[in-house]
Each structure stands twice: as C-alpha cells, then as structure tokens.
T-cell receptor
Framework: GAGVSQSPSNKVTEKGKDVELRCDPI?????LYWYRQSLGQGLEFLIY????????KSGLPSDRFSAERTGGSVSTLTIQRTQQEDSAVYLC??????????????FGAGSRLTVL | AQKVTQAQTEISVVEKEDVTLDCVYE???????LFWYKQPPSGELVFLIR????DEQNEISGRYSWNFQKSTSSFNFTITASQVVDSAVYFC????????????WGLGTSLAVNP
C-alpha cells in the first residue's frame, strides 16, 4: 500500500482481556518496528523484524506481549491479560533494509489502546 | 551510552515568530545518523530530515533549517515565520551505523503556534 496501515485505530478493552493490533507495512519494506507511546512520553521500542531473521524482542515489557510477522509482511502485536498500564498508542513503522543504519522509518497512525 | 536530550518540553509562540528546537545527543560511535520527526495532532509521525555524522553542512528546506554541530553534539531545528500548522510534537532521534534496530529517541518538544 501507499503507507503503513494500522488497525484498529482505537480499542477499548477490559482489564484481563487479550487484544490484537495489526500492522500492514509498505510493500517492499523488509524491516518492521513496533513502538509504544504513552501519554506525554517518547517512543518506547518494543520489537523489530528484519526479513526472515529472528526478531529483536528486547523491548517487549513482559511475557504478556508477543508479536509475529507472517510472510514477511503483515504483523500482529498481541497483548494478553491486558493491564491498565498497557494503555498507550502502539505505533508501527516500516523501512527498507539498509546496512548503514540510515533507515528512514515510515510510521502508521497508531492504535490507541485503552484498558479499563 | 547513547542518549538524546530535548530539554524543551513545551514551547508556545505566536504565529510568524521564529522558534528553535534544541537537540543534544550522546554517542561513542563516530558514524551515526540523526533524525527529526514531526508528530501532528493526528498522531502519525512524519519524517523531516536525516543527517549523517560526516556531513555538518546546515540544511534549509523552506521555512525549516537544521544546524548540526558535532563540537557541541547538537542538532537543532529552527522554524522561521512559524505557522499554526507547525503545531506538533517534534522528536529528535539518533541511530548508530550498522545498528538498524533501535533509534534512540528524545522525549519530544511540544510546539504550539498561536494565531
């Protein structure tokens, strides 16, 4: 697609429920990132996918968080047994893979999660 | 350690004023890249500029200009003749060459341009 697409744009859930957030990156972008942005805060790295390599999960805050990327394209971030502190905007970004580290990330509009 | 500091949390100006957003970074690497992104109220971060550590030339794009000074580890962003549409949160970020994984982000500066 023309941009990074995320769904749902807004999700309200009850504490303890599981949620899935979806990211559809730009076609041809091999790198995909998930970030979390809490109110008034900067961007917190969660996970990074690069092609067929094992993902970098070092930013996931707990084992309730997991993500997968199927076929090197669409990614799903799953939060199990949601807690109120999980409330945030979850941002997905994709980029072309460049060995120099000069990747320009293209971001989606985010999925706003509210846990009641 | 790598770190990006945006000391200004919030700035409020009146339309047509010039405004400078500060960014100070720390890194031990000699090859790195610096970025500025804009996050308007709609929420989607928009890429503004990328600069590599070997290019200290200042850059101007319309009303936007960037001043990169390695001597002070700063990469400041100036908006000339600000407009209401410039109201947004602006983020500065750093990544070291060869590390594609983690941009190091500042906490952002919220700019309000009032009519």
């Amino acid at each position: 697609g023309a941009g990074v697409s995320q769904s749902p744009s807004n999700k309200v859930t009850e504490k303890g429920k599981d949620v899935e957030l979806r990211c559809d990156p730009i076609s041809g972008h091999t790198a995909l990132y998930w970030y979390r942005q809490s109110l008034g805060q900067g961007l917190e790295f969660l996970i990074y996918f690069q092609g067929n390599s094992a993902p970098d999960k070092s930013g996931l805050p707990s084992d309730r968080f997991s993500a997968e990327r199927t076929g090197g394209s669409v990614s799903t971030l799953t939060i199990q047994r949601t807690q109120q502190e999980d409330s945030a905007v979850y941002l997905c970004a994709s980029s072309l893979s460049r060995g120099s580290g000069a990747n320009v990330l293209t971001f989606g509009a985010g999925s706003r999660l509210t846990v009641l | 350690a790598q770190k990006v500091t945006q000391a200004q949390t919030e700035i409020s100006v009146v339309e047509k004023e010039d405004v400078t957003l500060d960014c100070v970074y720390e890194t031990r690497d000699t090859t790195y890249y610096l970025f500025w992104y804009k996050q308007p109220p709609s929420g989607e971060l928009v890429f503004l500029i990328r600069r590599n550590s070997f290019d200290e030339q200042n850059e101007i794009s319309g009303r936007y200009s960037w001043n990169f000074q390695k001597s002070t580890s700063s990469f400041n962003f100036t908006i000339t003749a600000s407009q209401v549409v410039d109201s947004a949160v602006y983020f500065c970020a750093l990544i070291n060459a060869g590390n594609n994984r983690k941009l190091i982000w500042g906490l952002g500066t919220s700019l309000a341009v009032n009519p």
